[in-house]
């Protein structure tokens, strides 16, 4: 099987505007089983779309950081992604996947753990402050504050209007 990660789909004039998969046939047959196949509807209507297709049309977004309206037509509706995207995220499906596919690479040999981080940035600093202190009275003065109000006691206080007819 080829392997479609770093090919990019041409179009029919020629442009490669389309997003590269990205999913190897290999990587996918490693996660598939969290992804499993919706059913049909017994009362019949438009087949559901795949869980490969949906979950390509994912990982572009969460890529490109784009809007779910702006999903490139060859993937399924936003719509659809979206919806299969809340149900596999409550469900623990990308956790899983992710883990799968951690343990596949470092079976391999391809994570360089003493390169590996950890990325606090939008981790919540919850324990820092006590609750009893105001956020206000808990923040130092500014450095600027006393020394400039001691050279220039007028700074802070603008004169007052005089009213002139």
């Known amino acids: 099987m080829k392997d479609r990660s770093r090919r990019a789909v041409e179009t029919p004039a020629g442009s ?9 046939d290999e990587q996918w047959n490693l996660i598939q089983h969290f992804f499993p196949e919706p059913a049909r509807d017994p009362r ?5 779309a795949s869980s490969r297709a949906c979950v390509e049309g994912i990982l572009w977004m969460l ?20 919806r299969r995207y809340k149900e596999w995220t409550e469900s623990g499906a990308w956790e899983k996947a992710w883990a ?22 939008f981790a919540p600093a ?20 006393s020394p400039m109000e001691m050279a220039c006691p007028w700074a802070s206080t603008p004169p007052a209007p005089v009213l002139t007819k």
């Open 126 to 145: 919850k324990k820092g402050v006590k609750r009893s202190v105001k956020p206000k009275k808990a923040k130092a003065p500014r450095s600027w504050c």
């Open 16 to 24: 490669m505007t389309e997003p590269n998969f990205e999913l190897t």
């Open 100 to 121: 799968s596919l951690t343990r596949a690479l470092d079976r391999a040999g391809r994570i360089n753990h003493k390169e590996s981080f950890a990325d606090g940035t």
């Open 44 to 48: 019949g209507g438009r087949p559901p």
């Open 63 to 82: 890529r490109s950081g784009a809007r779910w309206n702006d999903l490139p037509k060859h993937f399924p509706s936003d719509s659809t992604c979206w």
